[in-house]
C-alpha cells in the first residue's frame, strides 16, 4: 500500500464515526473495566462487536491475532485498533486517552495519596522519637 491507500483508508474511516464517539465509548469502558490484558479483549468484543456493532466477529478475531503476534500490551492495541477503524488517526488516539486516562490518573492520585501520607506519618514518628528518653 503506497500513502495515497492509507489516505483514503482513513478518510473513508472517518466517515463511520467520530473520535468523540470513540473516546466516550472507550472513556466508558476505562472507568468500568478492571482486569489485565485478556479481560478487556472481553470487555472490547462485547462492547463493540456484540453491542454497537462496529465490527464483525471474524474483523474482531483477526484483529486480535495480530495484536497478539506483535509485541506489546495486545488489549491497548487492539483498542488502538478498533478507534483507527472507526474514525481513522484521531479515533486512534481518542481510543487510547479514553482508556488509558482514568488508570493513569488514577495511579497518579494513588501516588500523592501514598506520598502524603507517608510524609505525615514522617513527622509524627519523629515527633515521638524525639520526646523518648
Not at 472490547?44 to 465490527?55: H, I, P, Q, T
Not at 483498542?79 to 472507526?86: D, V
Not at 474514525?87 to 479514553?98: D, I, R, V
Not at 486516562?101 to 515521638?128: E, H, K, N, Q, T
Request: with cysteine; net charge positive.
Amino acid at each position: 500500500m503506497n500513502a495515497q491507500s492509507f489516505a483514503a483508508a482513513d478518510q473513508a474511516a472517518v466517515g463511520r464515526g467520530s473520535a468523540l464517539s470513540v473516546l466516550l465509548a472507550f472513556l466508558k469502558l476505562g472507568l468500568m473495566s478492571f482486569g489485565g490484558p485478556v479481560a478487556h479483549l472481553g470487555y472490547f468484543r462485547d462492547e463493540f462487536v456484540a453491542r454497537r456493532k462496529w465490527l464483525d466477529e471474524a474483523t474482531y478475531v483477526d484483529l486480535v491475532a495480530l495484536c497478539q503476534f506483535l509485541p506489546g500490551p495486545a488489549s491497548s492495541q487492539v483498542g488502538i485498533s478498533i478507534g483507527m477503524l472507526r474514525a481513522g488517526l484521531k479515533g486512534a488516539l481518542a481510543a487510547w486517552l479514553g482508556f488509558t486516562m482514568p488508570s493513569a490518573l488514577a495511579m497518579i492520585a494513588f501516588a500523592y495519596g501514598v506520598a502524603s501520607w507517608a510524609d505525615a506519618g514522617r513527622g509524627a514518628c519523629c515527633r515521638l522519637r524525639s520526646r523518648s528518653p
